[in-house]
């Protein structure tokens, strides 16, 4: 659903912040992708519905 990117305004070289919300229909929840730009390759995953957080 949603997608942003943040940054903070207090530094200019301050990291960048990936934030998605995904939507699952058939179950009507929510998971949650989050990054830091500068490191792609290591989001993280939230799903509140199955109270865990995965590492990728």
């Given amino acids: 659903m949603g997608s942003y ?8 070289n301050s990291p960048k912040l990936v934030f998605r919300q995904l ?3 058939e179950s ?4 949650y992708l ?3 730009a ?3 390759q290591k989001p993280a995953l939230v799903n509140l519905f ?5 590492l990728l």
């Fill in 34 to 36: 989050l990054a830091d």
């Fill in 28 to 31: 009507s929840t929510y998971t």
């Fill in 23 to 25: 939507f699952e229909k």
């Fill in 50 to 54: 199955a109270y865990f957080v995965l």
């Fill in 5 to 12: 990117s943040t940054t903070s305004s207090s530094a200019q």
């Fill in 38 to 40: 500068s490191h792609p």
